[in-house]
C-alpha cells in the first residue's frame, strides 16, 4: 500500500447559504497547486455545509433555555443529561452531545444545526466537483464528536459520498492465513478524524484532501451504514 | 498548516520477545527509502508492542470457557455481556471489548494480552529510535477498538511517547475571535486512525510513519490522559 497524503485546503471564501461548495474547493485546490485528482477524498466540515444550507438558526448564546429547547427539538431520544449537556440521538440516528449544535465559528447570535441529510450534502459536493474539476472524487462530511470512556473529541463522518462507511473484511485472512477477528472498520470515520488533524480547530480549514486511500475503499457508502442499531447497542 | 504523510513501513521481520523493535522499525524505515526524521510519529501496532514483550499467552481458540476465564482476568470491572461478547474495564482502564485480548494475527494455541504499561512501550521504542536512527520521534501503540453507538471499528492510542495524547484549546480562539467550543481534540487517537488507514488488516503492516504533524502537537502526552475518569463518565 502506498502512502497516503493529507492536505488542507485553504483560501475558501467565507461561505453563504446556497454557495456552489464543490466549486468553491475545487478553485481553492487549484489556486494551490494541488488540484483536485480522480479517486481524491475530500472531506468538508458539517459547519460549512451547514451554512451553505441556510441551517442557521437566531439564538441567544446565553439563554440557556433557548438552548435547550433547540437541542430537544434537533433530538429523537434524550440519551444522558449532566447540568447543560445534553447527550442525545439525532432523526440521522448519531448520537452526540448537544444534538450535534454548534456555537464556535458561526457568527455571534446564530447557532449551527446539522444537515438534514448529510450523506445527501456529500453526494452533491461530489455531484459539483465532477462539473467543476472533471473528476470523481469521493466525499466525507465531518463533524466532531464526543465518546463514551475516553476523553477528547474526534472527527468522524456523518455524511458520506463514493467511499465506504464501513469496511467489511470478513471472509478475508490475516497476515498468518487464518480469519480475520476484526472485521468491520469504520474507514469514514478514520478518514474524518485524519482530515481534522490538518483542519486546526482555530485555523479555520473547512475542507482537506485525503490522496491515496486504496481503491477498494472507493464503494459506495452511506453515514447510516455508521449508526448502530438500537436494538444491537449495550449503551442505548 | 503544512500536508500530513501517513507512510506504510513494510519489511519489518516477524517479531520475537525481546526483540529491539525501535531498531527493526528504523531499519525498515531506511530500507524502503523512508528513512526516520526528526519530528516524525511513528505508529505501532499493539500486537507487535505485545509480542516483543512476551505478553503472548497459551489458549485454545475454541475453549470458550478457556477464553471466557482469559478475558475476567484480565478485566477490573465487567461493564457489559452479551452471548461470548464481554465489554470491560482493562487495568489501564480502557473499555473494549474481551479486555483488548487478541486472537489474529497470533500463531495458533497463542492470545496476545495488551502491553503492562503501553506507555511506557512507547518510551522504549522512541529511546531505541534515539539511538539506532538518531533522531527524535513521538510513537504511538496503536489498538482496534469498538465504540458505543457507532458501528465499525476504528483504531485508537493506547501508549503514547512525545506526542500529546488530548490537546486542549481552551483559551484559544475560532476563526471568527470568538473563545473554541470545542476545547480537547484526542488528536493521539486521530493519529491511530490515520495510520490504520495504511495498514491493512489483512497485509500485517504493523508501523506507520506520520509525518508533517504541528510542532505544538509534540508534547509529553500519556495515554491515560484519554481515559475519562469513571465519575465524570455517564456511561460506565
Redesign the interface.
Given at each position: 500500500?502506498?502512502?497516503?497524503?493529507?492536505?488542507?485546503i485553504s483560501g475558501i471564501p467565507e461561505i453563504r447559504p446556497g454557495d456552489p461548495l464543490g466549486e468553491q474547493i475545487t478553485t481553492a485546490a487549484a489556486a494551490q497547486d494541488t488540484p483536485l485528482a480522480n479517486r481524491d477524498c475530500i472531506v468538508v466540515t458539517q459547519k460549512i455545509v451547514s451554512k451553505v444550507e441556510g441551517r442557521l438558526v437566531p439564538l441567544d448564546h446565553e439563554d440557556l433555555d433557548a438552548r435547550r429547547a433547540l437541542v430537544e427539538g434537533e433530538s429523537v431520544r434524550i440519551i444522558?443529561r449532566?447540568g447543560d449537556l445534553i447527550?442525545s440521538e439525532t432523526s440521522h440516528g448519531?448520537?452526540c452531545a448537544n444534538a450535534g449544535i454548534?456555537?464556535?465559528?458561526?457568527?455571534?447570535g446564530y447557532a449551527a444545526l446539522l444537515p438534514v441529510d448529510s450523506d445527501r450534502s456529500a453526494h452533491r459536493i461530489r455531484a459539483t466537483v465532477r462539473v467543476a474539476a472533471g473528476v470523481d472524487v469521493a466525499v466525507v462530511v465531518s463533524d466532531?464528536f464526543g465518546?463514551?470512556?475516553?476523553?477528547?473529541?474526534?472527527?468522524?463522518a456523518i455524511g458520506v459520498a463514493g467511499l465506504a462507511?464501513?469496511?467489511d473484511?470478513r471472509g478475508?485472512?490475516?497476515?498468518?492465513g487464518?480469519e480475520?477477528?476484526?472485521t468491520?472498520?469504520?474507514?469514514a470515520?478514520?478518514?474524518a478524524?485524519?482530515a481534522?488533524?490538518?483542519m486546526?480547530?482555530?485555523?479555520?480549514?473547512p475542507a482537506v484532501i485525503v490522496r491515496g486511500?486504496?481503491a477498494s475503499f472507493l464503494a459506495e457508502g452511506r453515514a447510516r451504514?455508521?449508526?448502530?442499531p438500537p436494538s444491537e447497542?449495550?449503551?442505548?
Amino acid at each position: 500500500m502506498g502512502p497516503l497524503t493529507i492536505i488542507p485546503i485553504s483560501g475558501i471564501p467565507e461561505i453563504r447559504p446556497g454557495d456552489p461548495l464543490g466549486e468553491q474547493i475545487t478553485t481553492a485546490a487549484a489556486a494551490q497547486d494541488t488540484p483536485l485528482a480522480n479517486r481524491d477524498c475530500i472531506v468538508v466540515t458539517q459547519k460549512i455545509v451547514s451554512k451553505v444550507e441556510g441551517r442557521l438558526v437566531p439564538l441567544d448564546h446565553e439563554d440557556l433555555d433557548a438552548r435547550r429547547a433547540l437541542v430537544e427539538g434537533e433530538s429523537v431520544r434524550i440519551i444522558r443529561r449532566r447540568g447543560d449537556l445534553i447527550i442525545s440521538e439525532t432523526s440521522h440516528g448519531f448520537v452526540c452531545a448537544n444534538a450535534g449544535i454548534d456555537l464556535s465559528n458561526v457568527e455571534a447570535g446564530y447557532a449551527a444545526l446539522l444537515p438534514v441529510d448529510s450523506d445527501r450534502s456529500a453526494h452533491r459536493i461530489r455531484a459539483t466537483v465532477r462539473v467543476a474539476a472533471g473528476v470523481d472524487v469521493a466525499v466525507v462530511v465531518s463533524d466532531t464528536f464526543g465518546r463514551a470512556w475516553r476523553l477528547g473529541l474526534t472527527d468522524v463522518a456523518i455524511g458520506v459520498a463514493g467511499l465506504a462507511a464501513v469496511l467489511d473484511l470478513r471472509g478475508t485472512q490475516d497476515a498468518l492465513g487464518r480469519e480475520l477477528q476484526v472485521t468491520e472498520v469504520a474507514i469514514a470515520d478514520e478518514v474524518a478524524g485524519a482530515a481534522d488533524l490538518v483542519m486546526g480547530k482555530s485555523s479555520g480549514i473547512p475542507a482537506v484532501i485525503v490522496r491515496g486511500l486504496e481503491a477498494s475503499f472507493l464503494a459506495e457508502g452511506r453515514a447510516r451504514d455508521l449508526v448502530r442499531p438500537p436494538s444491537e447497542d449495550l449503551f442505548r
